[in-house]
């Protein structure tokens, strides 16, 4: 069988990619790509250590769950923020997102 | 190695390439779709796991709602960031360096556990999404978060409507 | 155990003897079986559109009042086979301009996001590609793929119009999917189970279609929408516009969208079929199981009936009109009905089967009585409203 | 592995490799005569305008967005409705609560005015 480490060591790998993405992409929308993948990676270790560790217990997928749900709200209001700084600023890029700046 | 083993490592290769190819894309449709890609490949992972029904909700919410909106995002405000053009900051080695570090850091932490290496015990024999109901809906367990999440979509919808609608006026 | 009524199982059992014999240990022959099964279940299924594809032409024509393809062969049940080597036989065009690997790549999800739907149906009581336990929730992921074609074929053909066709297409079964989601839940609901096979099995004594008509008829009205066809058409209106987002594809390309449309509408019909008319149960099924897939099929052609009536009867609508209809009517009616089916069951879940039966029927009877109720006052006051506005005008001409 | 998902890994694979060929063999049969005016974007007869990335309407979004919390919502519903048979009374009230919770922003979306077409 699998073992446990191999899971832990694929979603370590998407988890610093997500991470590569949210730090070096200047489009936001990208940036919300790496977060999003960031996020897999550690539903990946919560559905591997509940199958591995305590499958009769529903601690993990409950988790993973309400992750899938945090993901969707993040994504909803995450990507209208973008467009609605795309329509004042006419751009997505991150950094001259600056509004805050006065 | 057992088929099973081979079978893990062919979806976890799409993953992370594909995954490569999200951040590392010039074409940020491309970028979308490598990003289906291997979200479809954590799905596979998840059957592997025998989570069926994280795996059938993993496509549901992220290939079947989250990836329309980020299109549908990205249709909205292209013009200038469509292809070509500069993707990353000047300084993307750093964030490089540091993803690599980390990675390194915990692949030497995950080497060093002990017992990591086990084989899953036998599923209990009960429907697993019997359980996941009776765990979201049995008030010592997790009743309250479940309540919890429908408010926090709320309050993601009406917040998202606000914010993508005000600028018509 | 030669029993020619259960044919499916006998055939099962008798391949899976003959490679024990062959040297493979049981679960190894069990394996290989249902491998076989998953590789010949979506050929199986990509062979349906054939005869499909002549008899909707022929009820289309007969409810039109024409004849129908009646040429090539007898009755023209040729003509699919000719129409199938023209497309073989087209140029294959790809616009310049398109990304080439995901405009290829669309037609070939439109297929698989179809086909990979028949994986769970039950057809008889021991012939199923598979029972997976989360299966409605497998129907909806997989229909996800209908959708993600649709907007890769949009995107990738470098044509602002297959773009524009490709937005309307998604935001249109997008909206319709949740009322169709929000259906699918109350067979889940009434049987306490999410698997198909768990559903027709608890569809012995009632159908869902009398314990809920308003999710049948809620499943019937979005799957339709989710085909996209008519009158839910507007986006791909053969009669008014040139195409929406398959208007660069050509030849077989074109093809595999249009023979997905009609595999999937009948798929939507043997689905509804399992899902609120009893699936493969009817009677003597126990005695002769294999009798269960010639029911199943009789339900679900007659569903594909009624969705092919829809099409010849009713006027296409507007995009407003489409859009106004899901999120105000259909939408609002299942939140509302999922809830009360479930106190109403659960309140009479010790009570005896047709008393729980009847109540459920009846929470269907008020809810709908009130809908139409809301709907006929809203109805009045706006032609009142545009009668008064019409008066004055009316008056000083 | 004994995995009902192995069989429906086997059967979306078969499901995607079987229009792929047909594709290859059609290309194999069609004839190939490429030519610049043949490839053109297609226009209703006239030359191409513009770029064809037009800008679409925000109003799509907006039925993205209610799709994606309506069906994230309805996904936690599975888990209730296979659940609630087994479960007090009470269980089935907190699906309901649920559902209203849903409705409520269903209700917004509508006063809003975001769902009418313009």
Redesign the interface.
Known sequence: MVPLSWYLIVAAALFCLGLYGVLARRNSVAILMGIELMLNAVNLNLVAFWRYLEPARMSGQVFA?MV??VA??E??VG??LI?SLYRLRRTVVADEADLLRG | MT??QV?FVVIAAVVLVSAVRVVASRNIVHAALWLILSLFGVA?LF??L?A??M?V?QV??YV???A??II??I??T??EM?EGGLQTHRWWPLPALLAMALFAGLAWLLGSLPGTGATPPALAGD?S??L???A????EHY?LP??V???L??A???G???I??DS?K | MVNLGDFFYTLGMWLQGLLMRAGLSE?AAR?VF??L???L???L??LTAVPLIWLERKWIARLQDRMGPNRVGPFGLFQVFADMIK???????????ADRIVF?LA???A??GV??LW?VIPFAANAF????N?G???LVAVGTLSTLAIMLAGWS????????GA??T??QM??Y??PL??SL?VP??LS???GLNGIVAAQREVWFVFSAPLAALLFLISSQAEVSRAPFDLLEAESEI?AGFN??YS???FG?FFVGEFLHSFTMGLLGATLFLGGWTGPGVDAYPALGAVYLILKGTFVYFIFVWARATFPRIR??QM??FN??LL??LG??L??LL??V???L?ESSLWLRNAALLGANVFLAALVLIILGTRGRSARMRAASAAGPAASRR | ????????????I???V???A??I???L??????S?I???????GVETV???????K?Q????????????????????????????P??????????????????L???R?G????Q
């Open positions: 769950v899938f749900a969707a709200a994504a909803a990507l209208a467009i | 088929i099973p079978i596979a059957a592997v025998e069926g029904f795996a909700v549901v919410i079947g709602a989250i329309t909106l549908f995002a249709m909205l292209r013009r469509r429907d999404v019997l996941l109901g009776q979201l809906l049995s008030p009743v479940f309540e999440a429908s408010v979509l709320l993601a919808l009406v998202a409507i606000v993508a609608g018509r | 679960s394996g249902s491998a099964v998953a590789a279940l979506p050929l299924a990509l497309i073989f036989t087209k140029e294959d065009i790809t616009p310049l301009g290829a037609p070939v999800l297929v698989a086909v990979g994986a590609g598979v029972d997976l989360v409605v929730l497998y053909a470098n044509n602002k119009y297959a773009l524009l937005y309307r998604v935001a997008i909206s999917e949740v989601v929000l839940l889940v609901l306490g189970s999410l040139v208007i660069e030849g077989m390309k595999f995009i407003d859009l106004d999120w105000k939408t609002p939140l509302f999922i809830p479930a106190v069951n659960r309140g879940s | 592995m004994d995995n009902a998902w192995a069989v429906v890994g086997i059967f979306m078969v499901a995607i079987l229009p792929v047909a594709l063999m059609a290309r049969l069609g004839p190939k005569k490429p610049p043949k490839q053109q974007t297609y226009e209703c513009g770029e064809s990335w037009v800008q679409f925000a799509y979004y907006v039925y993205a967005l209610a799709f994606v919390v309506f069906e994230v919502e309805v996904v936690f519903l599975f888990p209730w409705a296979r659940a609630y048979g087994q479960l009374f009470f269980a089935t009230l907190e699906g309901a609560l649920f559902i209203l919770i849903l409705a409520v922003g269903l917004y979306v509508w809003k975001a769902l009418e077409w």
